[in-house]
C-alpha cells in the first residue's frame, strides 16, 4: 500500500516562501516519477512540476516557472517543493502523485497518479 503524506502548508503573505514536503511509507520515492499538483476551489487540478527520477529530469508548468523548485532527499525518502516569491492566485491545496509504476513523468497526461496524499493547503494572502 502506497501512503503519501503532504505537509508544510500555511498563510503567507505575497512574495513570500514555503516548502511543502511530501513524504512516503512502504515504498522509495526515488523509485518512481512523483509530481506536484494543486487544486483550487473551482478550478482545474494542475500539474506545477514533475521529478522523473528515471532522469532526474524536472519540469515546471510556466504559472510556477522560475519560483518553484523540486527536490528530494532520499535519506528522508522526501521529496519538497520549494516556492518563493508566491502569488495570490498560487493559493491552493497542494499534493503529491504518483502511479509507483513509471519512473518518467508522462508529459501531455492528466492525472495519471493512482497515489496522492491528503493535500495541504497554501493560502496566499495579505
Known amino acids: 500500500q502506497v501512503h503519501l503524506v503532504e505537509s508544510g502548508g500555511g498563510l503567507v503573505q505575497p512574495g513570500g516562501s514555503l516548502r511543502l514536503a511530501c513524504t512516503a511509507s512502504?515504498?522509495?520515492?526515488?523509485?518512481?516519477?512523483i509530481a506536484w499538483f494543486r487544486q483550487a476551489p473551482g478550478k482545474e487540478r494542475e500539474e506545477v512540476g514533475c521529478?522523473?527520477?528515471?532522469?532526474?529530469?524536472?519540469d515546471y508548468s510556466e504559472a510556477v516557472k522560475g519560483r518553484f523548485t523540486i527536490s528530494g532527499d532520499n535519506a528522508k525518502n522526501t521529496v519538497y517543493l520549494q516556492m518563493n516569491n508566491l502569488k495570490p492566485e498560487d493559493t491552493a491545496a497542494y499534493y503529491c502523485?504518483?502511479?509507483?509504476?513509471?519512473?518518467?513523468?508522462?508529459?501531455?497526461?492528466?492525472?495519471?497518479?493512482?497515489?496522492r496524499g491528503r493535500g495541504t493547503q497554501v493560502t496566499v494572502s495579505s
Open positions: 502523485g504518483t502511479d509507483a509504476v513509471r519512473r518518467f513523468c508522462p508529459y501531455g497526461l492528466k492525472n495519471w497518479y493512482d497515489y
Open positions: 512502504e515504498f522509495t520515492l526515488n523509485d518512481y516519477a
Open positions: 521529478l522523473s527520477t528515471g532522469n532526474a529530469r524536472i
